[in-house]
């Protein structure tokens, strides 16, 4: 009985190890077979990966790999900074808020309102980094279908009567594209669409470009999703507020009419470049003279309050008789010594109420314009400088095909000059009434016959956009040329009257010195 006893132990014994024998044999079977191909396919394609990134790396510039190696360290410094304490409660806190927006986005948030609202919206854009600011939308969930159309992680969307307030319900845009940017908007606009890319791509695509501004980045998105909802392209530049001019708006408009929108935006961006070098060519003009009236008045100011004082204590010491000339300018260096500060004020506040009367003021920016427009010098500046921009303007309205009427209208709005605001009203008074338009330039002071004469002509050959631009182009030369002439005369005559007024002075000083010097001989 013990001899059977053990001999099952022993065979009992023998199966376990055999079974371990086989289990083991078996795991081993299967990651030859199965296990091990993953682990060997991550070893071959890290091998592969490491050759791609070493033989791509060989075919790369120095900038790019330069390019490349701060994208890693960004990406990097990025992973480090989501690891912080704080920024992860912040992102728990996003994705809680992110959850909250999700589940009112098909109940009030698709609800659509009439006109656009103000919505301010929190989200990661497409480079990682979080950002706060507006969007016009109709509704919440429209603003978060084209936020996320656009790479945005969206995590809060509400407005407000605050952000209403703020920001305006008819008024979107308070600011208004300098022509630097609106020249490089529409050429590049221009040629995208000619190369066949569709226009809420080409706006897409500029918004990068240009999205430095905060206003210009929020003026594209809201045209991009104005198109995205099917609106046309010259309603989405006017619901832009004053960000557009309505001469751009109404050409738009036009070449939708026609079908030549790329050719528009071309023209319009040779308008504008030719309007610009106009406005930096009257600045241009001013400039010097400006720096040195300047330069000027701070030299006298100068000599009256630090240098003729000096002279000043001289005589008292040495009893010198001070007439005349002397005189003047010791009384004149006492007061600015004394009254120096009310003085200064006093020029701010007279400049300051001028700006105003001009700005905010109609009779008092005619009185001031007709005054400059009958000085010297500066009559012919003016007026050639207003002829060009409105024959130009009147010439590419006339070959894009817009009512005259608009016309007349967004003529009146392109210039501050109150004078020839009057002539436009005239024109339109002309155009209903079944007159010439060149009837409301005849016999005008502000007028030159020779323009005069152009309109009629072209009016009455039924080329009035040729003539126009004919117009346009002889008087920028005319314009160019006056500018030129006056820079040049300008110059000396400053620097003269600079040396007249501070010799004066000097002499002023010195004689009293002389006459002292010859009483002690």
């Known amino acids: 009985m013990e001899q059977t006893s053990e001999k099952k132990g022993i065979e009992n014994t023998f199966i376990m190890y055999f079974a371990y024998i086989f289990i083991f044999a078996f795991k081993g079977l299967k990651f030859i077979l199965f296990d091990s191909i993953p682990y060997l396919y991550d070893v071959i394609s890290g091998t592969a990966d490491r050759a791609y990134s070493t033989t791509k790396q060989g075919f790369m510039t120095v900038a790019e790999q330069q390019e490349a190696m701060k994208e890693e360290k960004r990406k990097k410094r990025l992973e480090a900074y989501n690891k912080l304490f704080w920024v992860k409660s912040r992102n728990n806190y996003y994705e809680k808020e992110k959850k909250k927006l999700l589940s009112t986005l098909d109940t009030e948030g698709s609800v659509r309102s009439e006109k656009a609202l103000v919505y301010q919206y929190v989200a990661r854009n497409p480079k990682g980094k979080v950002e706060k600011d507006i969007f016009y939308g109709y509704s919440k969930l429209d603003v978060y279908t084209f936020l996320i159309s656009e790479g945005y992680d969206v995590y809060q969307i509400y407005t407000s009567k605050r952000l209403m307030r703020m ?3 008819t008024s979107l845009f308070a600011s208004k594209m300098s022509n630097k940017d609106l020249i490089f908007w529409l050429t590049q ?5 000619k190369a066949g890319i569709p226009l809420a791509e080409s706006i897409r695509i500029l918004s990068n470009q240009m999205g430095k501004k905060k206003s210009q980045r929020r003026v594209f998105q809201a045209i991009t999703y104005e198109l995205t909802n099917g609106e046309i392209f010259s309603k989405c530049l006017e619901k832009q507020g004053n960000m557009f001019p309505s001469l751009l708006v109404n050409m738009v408009k036009a070449a939708e009419a026609t079908g030549d929108i790329e050719s528009t935006l071309s023209d319009m961006a040779n308008y504008y470049s030719e309007v610009e070098k106009t406005r930096k060519e009257m600045i241009s003009a001013i400039t010097y003279p400006t720096i040195v009236l300047v330069f000027a008045i701070a030299v006298i100011t100068f000599i009256l309050l630090y240098v003729i004082p000096q002279f000043e204590k001289i005589y008292a010491q ?3 008789s001070v007439t005349g000339i002397t005189k003047v300018v010791l ?3 006492s007061f600015l010594k004394l009254n120096g500060l009310y003085v200064l004020l006093a020029v701010a506040v007279i400049i300051l109420i001028l700006i105003m009367l001009y700005k905010y003021i109609k009779a008092a920016r005619r009185f001031m314009q007709v005054i400059f427009m009958h000085t010297p010098f500066l009559k012919n500046v003016i007026i050639y400088n207003e002829l060009t921009i409105f024959t130009k303007t009147f010439a590419s309205l006339l070959r894009n095909n817009v009512f005259i009427t608009t016309s007349v209208e967004i003529l009146s709005k392109i210039t501050n000059n109150e004078i020839y605001k009057e002539i436009m009203i005239k024109t339109i008074n002309n155009i209903i009434e079944g007159r010439k338009i060149s009837d409301a330039f005849k016999n005008h002071w502000a007028v030159p016959e020779v323009a005069y004469y ?3 002509t072209g009016e009455s050959t039924g ?7 004919t117009v346009s182009d002889y008087y920028a030369e ?3 040329s006056i500018i030129n002439g006056l820079k040049s005369f300008i110059e000396p005559v400053m620097i003269a009257g600079l040396a007249i007024v501070v010799g004066t002075i000097i002499l002023a000083v010195v004689i009293p010195m002389f006459n002292l010097m010859g009483s002690v001989g």
């Open 478 to 480: 005319e314009h160019r």
């Open 454 to 456: 152009m309109i009629v």
């Open 331 to 333: 009384n004149a260096s």
């Open 167 to 169: 920001y305006g319900e």
């Open 318 to 320: 040495s009893s010198a």
């Open 463 to 469: 080329e009035l956009d040729v003539m126009m631009q």
């Open 189 to 193: 606009l221009s040629t995208y669409l």
